[in-house]
């Protein structure tokens, strides 16, 4: 089965903080994608990924950046983490395009103080 | 760019019920489209997809979803539930973006509760 693992399941930061969400996935898929989940709003894509060192903006990238240095990690990083960025991350991958089957991470749940 | 509206943001029902969770997406000359489901504490899994072919689309735990170009809809149905299907479902659309990637576009959500 492919596993998609988030490095923590709970985190708390203070506000202005720099925060790394970090995702590994291991089955060499090509995408990978990082959502916000928000009680009452679904899933909103943040960033994307298609290949190594390549992004694309999602729907609500302000305030967030990622890296992807290897094929396997995708990083979200908050530069100045604000109250407003309190949610559920959730990190997905995929392989290839035309309906591909989207494969979850458990989810990071951000608290901002 | 695709939208997905679910109707319902609860369904309460009771146990061996039938249940019918709706979904609309904006039209598109062609759609790929997807039920997930979310239990407590838990990511994503998909439950069926469509993607051409046959309008119904059977899924895991006996769900199953039709495809109604007409009425730009995907309702998801279940003629007799258990308690753990409680849980949250998401209904998505993929969108086809210039350059040849694509990415998905979810609904809002619907919390089902079964109910004793």
């Known amino acids: 089965d492919v596993k998609v693992t988030q490095s923590s399941r709970y985190l708390v930061k203070r506000t202005g903080e720099k925060v790394f969400l970090e995702c590994v996935q291991d089955m060499d898929h090509e995408n990978m994608f990082w959502y916000r989940q928000d009680p009452g709003l679904g899933l909103r894509l943040i960033y994307f990924?298609?290949?190594?060192?390549?992004?694309e903006k999602g729907d609500i990238p302000e305030g967030y950046s990622v890296s992807r240095e290897k094929k396997e990690r995708f990083s979200l990083i908050l530069e100045s983490a604000s109250t407003n960025q309190t949610s559920m991350y959730l990190c997905a991958s995929s392989q290839g395009v035309g309906g591909s089957k989207l494969f979850f991470g458990s989810g990071t749940q951000l608290s901002v103080l | 760019a695709q939208s997905v509206t679910q109707l319902d943001s609860q369904v309460p029902v009771f146990e061996e019920a039938p249940v019918e969770l709706r979904c609309n997406y904006s039209?598109?000359?062609?759609?790929?489209l997807f039920w997930y489901v979310q239990y407590p504490n838990q990511g994503l899994q998909l439950l069926l997809k469509y993607l051409s072919g046959s309008t119904l689309v059977k899924g895991i735990n006996g769900f199953e979803a039709e495809f109604n170009k007409s009425q730009t809809s995907f309702h998801l149905r279940k003629p007799s539930v258990h308690i753990s299907d409680t849980a949250e479902y998401f209904c998505a659309v993929s969108d086809q973006l210039p350059g040849g990637s694509e990415k998905l576009v979810f609904g809002k959500g619907t919390k089902l509760t079964v109910n004793p």
């Open positions: 990924s298609y290949d190594v060192k390549m992004k």
């Open positions: 039209s598109s000359v062609s759609v790929y």
